[in-house]
Structures are given as C-alpha cells and as structure tokens.
C-alpha cells in the first residue's frame, strides 16, 4: 500500500533563511506523482509545486525547490528566502499512476512551518 | 481566481440536523471530485471519491448512510452529513482535478461544521 511519511511535525526558520520539509514515501507502482500543498491557518488548500516520477530533474517553482531522490524515496521541499507570510502547515501528497489510478491522493502528517522575524 | 468553490464556509447547527456541503467546479468539467476530513492540526483524510454519474466509492470506515454524495452534474458534486453530531463537527474539503498525470487537484476553501 502506498504511504506518505512527514516526519517533522513543526518547525522553525528565521525570516529569509532556507529551509527544508522532508517527505518520504513508499509505493510499487513505477508511475506517480507528488505534491507539496500549503495549508494556512485559513485553511484553503494552495498547491505549490509537482513532481512525476519519471521527471529527470528537481521541480522548482519560484522560491520552492523539490528536492527528488528516487532511489531513497524522498521528496523534500526546500522553501528559499523564508517570509512570514510562509508559517503555515505544509503537505506531502502522493497520486499513483497507471491504469487502476482514480486520481486520488494520499497525505502526509504535515508539518506546520513558523517563520521567525 | 478559485477553480473550485466550496459552500458554506461555515456551519454551526443543533445536533440531529442534515447538513449540505457543496462543491462546484468553476471553469472547467470533473467527472471525479474528492471530499476529504480534516481534524485540527491533523492531516487531511479521504472519506470518498464522487464519481459523475454513479455512486460514490467510499474509504474503508466511513459511513456510506451517515455522507451521503451525489455527483450530479460534471460541475457539482455535494456531501451530506445525515443526522449529525458532535463527532461529526470537523473541517470538511472537497477537491477536483481536470485530468490526469502532472495536473494538481484544486480544492475548495472548506466548510467548518460545528454540532452543538
């Protein structure tokens, strides 16, 4: 069975520093995908970046950065140049592919990012 | 803009109520929408996939009497909360995809429910 796993339930970063959410995952399809949701306090779902399982290179969108590495089965996201307005919760998510897909996704535990001035 | 809307945004009710959630798709047609459960600070977790057209597939636990859902139209499906609770109040959000491959789901902004 395919499993999403976020292992930092919160962290911190200073106010324009890097930071990195990890995310590991476990599937046997070969096909799938996988993404990073962002959840303010809101609580509208904001989609920020997507990774497929056969892209050769990391994802970027802006200031975040998928940092892919199949073969351990991680998916970090790296969040450059940390605003405030970034504390919020953040999701790992994972889509399998093939014929059998119903498009459904499956989320991590998140882990709720607060920014520090 | 959003792709999907989600209402109410907010419901506060007595316990015993039936509660309609609906969730549309704005510009384009989902043959497939999502409704998920949200606890605070908890992650989000699938109650069912809403197939246009025919029943919904339910995840293992959920109750198919107490949510009901109907999909339809291409551009509607709603979730009702039958004869609800205080266990039942919760973040409740729906999502829609167009196709797909690398396309992401959109979702609705959600509906808080709170049972008195």
């Known amino acids: 069975a395919q499993k999403i796993t976020q292992t930092q339930p919160g962290m911190f970063v200073q106010e324009k520093e890097a930071v990195t959410l990890d995310c590991t995952y476990d599937?046997?399809?070969?096909?799938?995908?996988l993404f990073w949701y962002k959840q303010p306090s809101s609580g509208e779902m904001i989609f920020l970046i997507y990774q497929g399982s056969y892209d050769q290179q990391n994802a970027t969108e802006g200031r975040y950065s998928l940092n892919f590495q199949k073969a351990r089965k991680s998916a970090n996201l790296v969040i450059s140049a940390s605003q405030l307005g970034d504390s919020a919760m953040y999701f790992c998510?994972?889509?399998?592919?093939?014929?059998?897909?119903?498009?459904?996704?499956?989320f991590g535990q998140g882990t709720t990012l607060q920014v520090k001035p | 803009g959003a792709v999907v809307s989600q209402h109410p945004s907010r419901v506060i009710c007595k316990s015993g109520t039936s509660v309609k959630i609906e969730c549309r798709s704005l510009?384009?047609?989902?043959?497939?929408m999502f409704w998920y459960r949200q606890f605070p600070k908890k992650s989000l977790m699938l109650m069912a996939t809403s197939n246009e057209g025919s029943k919904a597939t339910y995840e293992q636990g959920v109750e198919k009497d107490k949510f009901l859902i109907n999909h339809a139209s291409l551009t509607l499906s709603t979730l009702t909360v039958t004869s609800a609770h205080p266990e039942d109040s919760s973040f409740y959000i729906c999502?829609?995809?167009?196709?797909?491959?690398?396309?992401?789901?959109?979702f609705g902004d959600g509906t808080r429910l709170s049972i008195l």
């Open positions: 998510a994972m889509r399998e592919g093939g014929s059998s897909n119903t498009g459904k996704l499956i």
């Open positions: 510009d384009f047609q989902a043959t497939t």
């Open positions: 599937t046997s399809d070969p096909s799938y995908g």
């Open positions: 999502s829609a995809s167009v196709s797909q491959g690398n396309q992401p789901q959109h």
